[in-house]
C-alpha cells in the first residue's frame, strides 16, 4: 500500500486540476526562518508568461552555456526549463523508472545482449539533430497513432521483437527489454509510446522508463552524438 501512495496521490491531483494547472497554482506551505517568523511560500513553477512562449526547437533547447563570471564555460552548462508539463515519477507499477547510471548500465549490457533496446521516442529532426550513443529512433507517434501510420508501427513492433499475429493479435514471448526516453521530465513523448505498448499488451517488465531523458543527460555531462 506505501508503494503505491504516490501514483495514488498524483492521480488525486491529477482529477483536481490539470497536469498544467498544478505544477502553476503549486503548493502552499509555512517555512520557519531563522529569527522563528514564519513566512508563507508557494512551491511551484516560477515561470514567466513570456518564457512560456518560447518555442520548442533544437535551437533554442540545446544552445547556451552560462554560470558565475569565476566558473570555466567548459564547465557550465543550462537548459530552457520553462516548456511542456512535468510527469510523475512513476508510469506504472511493473515500470521501472532509470537514471543516468542505469542508462549507462544499460548500454553496456547492450553491447553483448540482442534482446535489448535503447529507444529515442521524439521525432526524427530531434534524433538526427543529437541524441544518446546507440539510441535508434521510433517515434512515438508511430505507436500513438495507428490509423496514420500502419506500416511504421508494424516495422517498430517487429524491431521490439513483437510478433504479429492475425485479427491484430500480438505474441511479446520475445519481445525486448526497452529503456525509452524523450527530451526530460517535462516531455510527454517517451509516456506516450510506453502507455501505447502497454495498451497493446506490452509487458510492463520489459519497459522502462528514463524520465530525465536528453537533457538530463546533458546536464550530467554524458556523451552525446550529433550531425
Not at 28 to 39: F, L, W
Not at 41 to 47: H, M, W
Not at 98 to 115: R, S
Given at each position: ?104 548500465a544499460f548500454i553496456k549490457e547492450m553491447q553483448h545482449n ?114
Amino acid at each position: 500500500m506505501h508503494k503505491k501512495t504516490p501514483i495514488i496521490l498524483c492521480l488525486l491531483l491529477t482529477l483536481l486540476y490539470s497536469a498544467e494547472e498544478f505544477e502553476y497554482i503549486g503548493v502552499d506551505v509555512n517555512i520557519t526562518m531563522p529569527n522563528k517568523e514564519i513566512k508563507k511560500l508557494t512551491v511551484k513553477r516560477n515561470i514567466l508568461a513570456e518564457c512560456r512562449k518560447v518555442l520548442i526547437t533544437n535551437k533554442n533547447l540545446w544552445t547556451g552555456n552560462f554560470a558565475h563570471s569565476s566558473v570555466p564555460k567548459a564547465c557550465t552548462s543550462t537548459f530552457v526549463h520553462s516548456k511542456g508539463k512535468l510527469l510523475a515519477m512513476t508510469l506504472d507499477d511493473d515500470l521501472e523508472t532509470y537514471g543516468e547510471l542505469e542508462v549507462l548500465a544499460f548500454i553496456k549490457e547492450m553491447q553483448h545482449n540482442k534482446d535489448l533496446l535503447l529507444v529515442d521516442a521524439r521525432t526524427e529532426p530531434w534524433y538526427a539533430y543529437a541524441t544518446i550513443p546507440t539510441a535508434v529512433n521510433v517515434p512515438f507517434v508511430h505507436l500513438k497513432r495507428p490509423k496514420e501510420y500502419e506500416f511504421e508501427r508494424e516495422d517498430a513492433l517487429r524491431l521490439f521483437g513483437v510478433k504479429i499475429q492475425k485479427n491484430d493479435e500480438y505474441d511479446f514471448s520475445k519481445a525486448k527489454t526497452l529503456v525509452v526516453f524523450c527530451n526530460g521530465s517535462w516531455c510527454s513523448q517517451s509516456p506516450d509510446m510506453i502507455f501505447a505498448l502497454l495498451e497493446l499488451g506490452y509487458p510492463a517488465e520489459k519497459l522502462k522508463w528514463y524520465r530525465g531523458g536528453f537533457q538530463d543527460w546533458l546536464a550530467a555531462g554524458m556523451t552525446i552524438i550529433k550531425k
